[in-house]
């Protein structure tokens, strides 16, 4: 089983004419932590068969720096709506993959705002 939890903080630059409105640039720093479970698979020479042995738990956290650009309309009745997107680099583990260390975001939303 592999569980995968992750939280972003994040700073905005807006380009627009209204407080908090309009296309932006962003920098974020994600964290991430995750935990996979090792099996050790032995062979039962005997029976022909394989058997798990022993199971034990690997965690580690991520820590990255990224960037990411979007844009935040607010309509005339306070509806907001917003999209962005963006790419990091996760920094810690090093046993992974080059590609396997680049994580990406991408989010959309509508809201109100008071």
Avoid: Q
Avoid at 19 to 26: D, I, N
Avoid at 75 to 95: H, Y
């Amino acid at each position: 089983m592999t569980g995968l939890h992750s939280f972003s903080a994040f700073y905005r630059m807006y380009f627009g004419k209204k407080y908090a409105s309009g296309f932006f640039l962003e920098g974020f720093i994600p964290v991430t932590t995750e935990t996979n479970d090792i099996y050790s698979y032995n062979y039962d020479d005997v029976n022909g068969y394989f058997y798990t042995s022993s199971v034990r738990k690997n965690n580690f956290t991520t820590i990255g720096i990224g960037f990411g650009v979007g844009g935040k309309w607010v309509m005339k009745n306070n509806l907001v709506i917003e999209a962005s997107g963006g790419i990091a680099r996760r920094f810690g583990d090093r046993d992974k993959h080059y590609f396997e260390e680049v994580t990406g975001k991408i989010m959309g939303g509508i809201g109100y705002r008071f």
